[in-house]
């Protein structure tokens, strides 16, 4: 008899926004910590990922980098983390107030990780995108990741390894935090398909 298939986002849902300290360093900015536990994944789970939210900005200096990331839960973003998909190098515009931004990725489950003696490693194929305001109403768009080889994301020491509890995360990095007033993630949303 076949299973029943279900389409869910991943609990709990946020309900606040995020402005998390701004870091020339890979930063989680994730408003809510969105955890996949081990056998809620299996070969052929669809994971959709959407995030939005605004910054402000007094400097056309600063650029940053925005991602989706996974590991471990309890190990830090910036340490051996899965790299679902990055930006290319996002610039600001000085005097920006409130500029919204989004990204997306929709991501398959291709291989699970094995047993500690076999060699299998946990491994999701995936693209999205990242629109990014060149305005308060206009926007650019940009495939993430940026290459096609990137498209393919085999677990790490700690991250994308679905025998362990993984946590899904924004992160962003800045290459200054010097005119950066904010960076607001409002929303991030992780989706389990079948």
């Given at each position: 008899?076949?299973?029943?298939?279900?389409?869910?986002?991943?609990?709990?849902?946020?309900?606040?926004?995020?402005?998390?300290?701004?870091?020339?360093?890979?930063?989680?900015?994730s408003p809510a910590e969105v955890v996949i536990l081990p056998g809620q994944l299996s070969v052929g789970t669809r994971i959709r990922l959407y995030a939005h939210g605004e910054f402000t900005t007094t400097s056309a200096t600063p650029t940053v980098i925005v991602g989706f990331y996974m590991n471990q839960v309890g190990t830090a973003i910036g340490?051996?983390?899965?790299?679902?998909?990055?930006s290319t190098t996002n610039a600001v515009t000085a005097s920006s107030t409130a500029w919204p931004w989004s990204a997306?990725?929709?991501?398959?489950?291709?291989a699970l990780t094995g047993p500690a003696d076999a060699a299998n490693s946990g491994t999701v194929y995936g693209q999205g995108w990242v629109k990014w305001p060149t305005s308060l109403t206009a926007y650019t768009e940009s495939p993430i990741p940026l290459t096609a080889a990137l498209r393919t994301v085999t677990q790490t020491a700690t991250?994308?390894?679905?025998?362990?509890?993984?946590?899904?995360m924004l992160g962003t990095t800045w290459s200054t935090a010097t005119g950066v007033t904010s960076f607001t993630c409002q929303e991030l949303t992780c989706e389990l398909l079948g």
């Open positions: 008899m076949p299973s029943t298939l279900w389409s869910a986002p991943v609990p709990p849902l946020n309900i606040a926004s995020a402005s998390p300290t701004i870091a020339a360093a890979l930063t989680d900015v340490t051996t983390e899965a790299i679902l998909a990055a997306q990725w929709y991501g398959r489950v291709t991250g994308l390894n679905t025998l362990t509890a993984q946590k899904v």
